[in-house]
């Protein structure tokens, strides 16, 4: 594999130059248009490495480039530049990958890798609208919302599916058992589930189509002499989301340690109040909900091993020896650090009964206000109910352990083939990017097939499947944590293109003066990013029937767009 690995660029030029060697396309001229001395002479070029004139003309990309004015000529050039983009997108990507190891989250993960993962589509975008005259550029630009559309709708309906599919678990008391598939393709048993981060990358995502709205408000309210303004206006809208939602990714890790360590602060608490119910000889709570505290002496007096008065830092480790904390992977250590900060209110080190009754006396006070304030007379069912759901909340919030990054054995040569990979890929998008979108057009108007719909179904192809194909393995681990790593990446991605894509998009159309019409377009991300948005934010389990409705919206969006412009004309 490294063998293929090492010589596959090579492999990738050589395999372009024999297939340019087939197009259909444009050589220079024989006879010089411009002056002639009366005599034609023969070429020196040799046949069989010469592109034959078409019929119709057409523009070389960069003067050398090959084109060709055939559908089939451009599908196949559609193909090949798509590869190379293809490259592009998993060269940055393992070379994101490479410097993420060495470097670790924070700055990297949260500000360049969701950037550079974003980039070739920037790059398609960029180029559709910086193409020649603004007549061109108006008519190439369509390419470059097919691909921001294309991309957006394909992520979270296509891609989500097949990761709901291939990460499915079997599904008990609303969570997805790690590593547990025997109901088959059981539309309401089986599924995956993720943690709430994921839920909020979902609603991020859904508020990330704000600049949409506000560059459509124009087209709402049937106005033409605002529609300047509103691009301007939602450019800039954009640009602060970008900077906000990098913010947030570089800050989240802190705010992600910081919930955790609070729910385990919370699981300490239910796992002590359990393992105190179950030795107590008697309720821990009278009716009216405080302490019961003859009870609670008799267990006073049953951990305090050396009848001091006092427990001390030793007894109140042998009382947490006997809760099973591991399922949360907290040692004994943390555990007894909340205990004592939450009991030692004269700060000596020590626990007296008037602080063990206050103690437990708010901590069942805590477990009574988890269910609303109600409280059952007859049991203490409320405290299995509280540390069920102190459980489960540590489940979705996933655990850090697994996330440490074990040390590079060579960070020098590591961070030597990041860069070369980050700047091969970046080499490769910005080159072949306007090749690509040239051909695209080109194929358009031989095929009179409309652009977006090409670049809204070819060119995500080519620009995130590294990316899909990646998420794809990753939800194959059947876990809640790669469940939950993996549609936070797609809402992530969708996030970018709705911030980065979209801010390069408005820019060049605030620049250039281009014409803003694209309400059908932004109608179909307004309708994908927020149903799967909302779907996001209500639940964190996803039975197999959702991977259904998310395969629906992909030809409901084609569907849609075609509706609106060729029968209503919105277009």
């Known amino acids: 594999m490294r063998r293929q690995a090492k010589f596959r660029p090579l492999l990738t030029a050589v395999f372009f130059l024999i297939l340019c060697g087939l197009t259909y396309g444009r050589f220079i001229s024989d006879q010089p248009d411009l002056f002639s001395d009366g005599v034609v002479r023969e070429s020196k070029v040799p046949n069989f490495l010469r592109l034959h004139a078409a019929e119709e003309t057409c523009e070389q990309t960069y003067g050398f480039m090959p084109c060709t004015s055939t559908g089939l000529g451009n599908l196949f050039l559609i193909l090949v530049y798509g590869y190379l983009m293809f490259l592009a997108a998993t060269y940055l990507s393992t070379g994101s990958e490479l410097l993420l190891e060495i470097l670790g989250p924070g700055i990297v993960g949260g500000l360049f890798l969701p950037i550079l993962g974003a980039l070739p589509d920037a790059m398609l975008i960029l180029v559709s609208g910086l193409s020649g005259s603004v007549e061109t550029a108006q008519s190439q630009v369509s390419v470059g919302m097919g691909l921001l559309a294309g991309s957006t709708v394909m992520l979270i309906t296509v891609i989500w599916g097949t990761c709901i599919i291939v990460g499915k678990c079997d599904i008990e008391n609303n969570l997805a058992v790690d590593s547990r598939d025997t109901k088959g393709l059981s539309l309401t048993g089986s599924g995956i589930t993720t943690d709430v981060w994921t839920s909020y990358a979902g609603i ?22 605002g529609r300047h303004l509103s691009v301007l206006i939602a450019l800039i809208v954009s640009v602060t989301s970008l900077i906000s939602y990098c913010l947030y990714q570089v800050f989240q890790p802190v705010v992600q340690r910081r919930r955790l360590a609070y729910v385990k602060h919370k699981h300490v608490i239910s796992g002590v109040l359990t393992h105190l119910k179950k030795h107590a000889l008697g309720r821990l709570s009278k009716d009216d909900g405080t302490p019961n505290e003859e009870v609670l002496t008799k267990l006073f007096k049953t951990i305090d091993a050396d009848d001091d008065g006092f427990l001390s830092q030793a007894e109140l480790r ?38 063990f009754i206050l103690g437990i006396g708010k901590w069942l006070a805590e477990a009574q206000g988890a269910r609303g304030g109600s409280n059952n007379a007859d049991s203490m069912k409320y405290i299995d109910d509280y540390h069920k759901q102190t459980k489960r909340e540590h489940e979705l919030l996933g655990e850090q352990s697994d996330e440490i990054v074990e040390g590079v054995e060579n960070p020098r040569s590591t961070s030597i ?99 803003w019409d694209f309400s059908s377009e932004v109608l179909v991300i307004l309708i994908v990013c927020i149903v799967m948005g909302v779907f996001a934010s209500v639940r964190t389990t996803f039975p197999l029937w959702t991977a259904i409705l998310a395969f629906l919206l992909y030809p409901f969006s084609l569907a849609l767009v075609y509706v609106l412009d060729y029968v209503f004309g919105w277009s």
């Open 318 to 355: 042998a009382l947490i020896a006997g809760i099973k904390f591991n399922e949360i992977n907290m040692d004994e250590d943390d555990a007894l650090a909340k205990v004592i900060r939450d009991f030692d209110t004269s700060l000596d080190s020590q626990v007296d009964l008037n602080e």
């Open 417 to 515: 083939k990041a860069g070369l990979l980050l700047l091969l890929g970046t080499v490769i998008a910005a080159a072949f990017a306007d090749p690509l979108v040239d051909a695209v057009d080109n194929f358009s108007a031989a095929t009179s097939i409309p652009t977006f719909f090409i670049s809204f179904i070819a060119l995500p192809l080519a620009t995130n499947s590294s990316e899909a194909v990646s998420a794809i393995i990753f939800a194959s681990r059947k876990k809640i944590r790669s469940a939950s790593l993996t549609f936070s990446e797609l809402y992530g991605a969708v996030t970018m293109n709705n911030a980065l894509c979209l801010s390069v998009f408005l820019g060049l159309v605030y620049a250039r003066g281009l014409t």
């Open 204 to 225: 991020i995502m859904a508020i990330s189509v704000i600049p949409f709205v506000i560059v459509q408000l124009p087209q709402i309210l049937h106005s033409d002499s």
